[in-house]
């Protein structure tokens, strides 16, 4: 193999044009450096030949020729002329290359369908592909799959690597724009109303969604109503998370949830809002890095998941849900791309929160011997590696009460910003989430005996609180519809709850003990002090205000 590695090129992106994408700064450094096989995954294949031709049009690599193969046309050169059609038989067009006298950059269009080991020629081709590498990284030719999925042969795994054509950036989603306005320019039913910043805040919607995918949100949003102005925006977003839900492993989350509703955990929430404010401009040029994510780990039912929705809407990102056991679910191979196209999503959704509930759960397939022949390992690899190298706005949280079922990898530093424990709530954080639940329903905390209630719930979690309200108002609806929730209610549920601190209280007492130790807890509260308990945050709005009839 070649020396040059992908690190190389943030070292030559200066000598390369401005004007590259990402993508074409890679695969210049790869072409130069010799790889004799690329693979790019896309679903656009067009986009994708027009981008590598121009990634090759300039400089010193503009002597070495584009060609495309097609199963249908053979070998052609990029503007369709066949150069030899014997090459259109799959088995033929390698050892043609490989006798070819001129460098070039051979494009080979669906040529998964023939590495797959249900094909019939995948034995002769995976050789013949692998009999080139040494001639081809001497004779400045490369090949390129050029795929919509990633099913890479183990055999061809050291020899070939993967790149992913890049999303349009806002420059080309704004010609895709101009493009479509300029279509609909002599239709005098049509009427394009974009003012202002408006061309700019349509760019930002489409963003995410790859150039067809725009083009036809657009359509869709002339077509609709006959018009194309601001008021699209909301339609184009619509059309956005329906693309995002059909990958079926990402869920837009929308929640209600501030950190108003989430009692205690002060030191984290502190944590969380200096971070908040670092996504902006000024944040870079102060010189702070983009916040990366956050691990949560802890007690059941203490706020966890509570927390990574509320962040959402405090900092007014969208919360994109990442289903990990759902990358895993598909195929064995097709794993690695659902993981892939999922991280590029979010990335197209930036600035965003990608929220991993139950990490350890999701990977618990990745370890161990599942007979998957390590894809597991590396599609985590994939997680982790992207965590690492992401720099698009895109804040990881992730949560998980297995201590245990964590690989060491994922809490090395670098990959999450910070780890806190979420422990058990302390006596006035207790205070504060019976106030938060109260008002849930429509309680005024202060009608309550508080502190008695805070006393007899040491060792409760926050959901075990919540279920305790209401359960108290269910008993005291129980005694009739006009009977007053009062403390009665609420020692009574008390007193009869068995807390999972207690029913597993081996379990839980040696978690809390070595994962208080390990990581940043996330509340000053002491645990066990014997403190006042009053409820110091302003309690929250009920989130349902009653309607006021004036009659
Ligand atoms: N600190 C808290 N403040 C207010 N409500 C809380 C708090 N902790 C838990 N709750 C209540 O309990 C519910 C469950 O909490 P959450 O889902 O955040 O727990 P978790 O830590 O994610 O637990 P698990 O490990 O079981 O997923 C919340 O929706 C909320 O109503
Ligand atoms: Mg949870």
Not at 493 to 513: F, Y
């Amino acid at each position: 193999m070649s020396s040059a590695t992908p690190q190389d090129a943030s070292a030559l992106r200066g000598t390369a044009s401005p004007a590259l994408t990402p993508f074409q700064e890679k695969l210049r450094i790869y072409v130069k450096a010799g790889y004799p096989i690329l693979y790019v995954v896309t679903a656009e294949e067009d986009r994708a030949i027009e981008s590598i031709a121009g990634a090759l049009a300039e400089g010193d690599l503009a002597r070495r020729k584009t060609y495309v193969w097609s199963v249908s046309r053979g070998l052609c050169t990029q503007d369709l002329k066949v150069v030899d059609r014997k090459t259109g038989d799959p088995t033929k067009v390698l050892p043609f290359l490989l006798e070819f006298g001129e460098p070039g950059v051979f494009i080979l269009e669906d040529f998964h369908f023939f590495l797959d080991e249900r094909s019939p020629q995948a034995p002769v081709i995976i050789r013949q592909l692998r009999d080139l590498v040494g001639p081809f990284k001497a004779s400045r030719k490369t090949v390129v799959i050029l795929s919509s999925v990633l099913k890479i042969p183990a055999e061809l795994e050291k020899d070939l690597t993967v790149l992913d054509l890049d999303l349009p950036n806002e420059e080309e989603l704004l010609h895709v724009l101009d493009d479509t306005i300029e279509q609909v320019s002599d239709n005098p039913r049509v009427e394009v109303n974009l003012e202002g910043d408006a061309r700019e805040r349509i760019v930002k919607a489409l963003s995410g969604l790859t150039r067809s995918e725009a083009e036809n949100a657009l359509a869709k949003a002339i077509v609709t109503n006959s018009r194309l102005d601001p008021q699209d925006i909301n339609l184009l977003l619509a059309e956005k998370e329906q693309i995002i839900r059909k990958s079926g492993m990402l869920e837009f989350y929308a929640t209600p949830e501030r950190f108003g509703s989430v009692g205690g955990l002060d030191e984290l929430k502190k944590w969380l809002r200096q971070r908040g404010k670092a996504f902006s401009e000024s944040a870079r040029t102060f010189g702070l890095p983009n916040p990366r994510g956050l691990l949560l780990v802890g007690v059941p039912g203490c706020g966890k998941s509570l927390t990574a929705k509320a962040v959402a809407a405090e900092w007014q990102m969208p919360l994109l849900k990442f289903d990990l056991g759902r990358v895993f679910a598909g195929l064995v191979g097709e794993s690695e791309e659902n993981m892939r196209r999922a991280v590029k999503m979010a990335e197209g959704v930036a600035p965003c929160i990608l929220w991993i509930d139950e990490i350890e759960k999701g990977l618990a397939g990745t370890r161990g011997n599942q007979g998957d022949s390590g894809v597991g390992a590396r599609v985590f690899g994939t997680l982790l590696t992207w965590m690492e190298e992401n720099t698009a706005q895109v804040f990881t949280i992730a949560t998980a009460n297995d201590i245990e079922g964590l690989p060491p990898e994922l809490l090395r530093k670098g990959r999450f910003d910070e780890i806190f424990f979420i422990d058990l709530p302390a006596a006035r954080e207790r205070a504060n989430i019976f106030a938060i639940h109260l008002a849930g329903h429509h309680r005024d905390y202060r009608e309550f005996d508080l502190s008695r209630h805070v006393a007899a719930t040491e060792g409760f979690s926050g959901a075990e609180i919540e279920q305790a309200v209401v359960s108290a108002l269910y008993m005291a609806f129980a005694e009739g519809e006009d009977t007053r929730l009062q403390d009665r209610h609420m020692e009574a549920v008390i007193a009869e709850t068995v807390p999972l601190s207690k029913s597993m209280g081996e379990k839980i007492t040696l978690m809390r003990q070595e994962a208080g130790e390990k990581w940043r807890r996330a509340t000053g509260e002491a645990i066990q002090a014997d403190v006042e308990t009053t409820v110091d945050e302003p309690p929250p709005v009920p989130r349902k205000p009653r309607r006021v009839f004036e009659v």
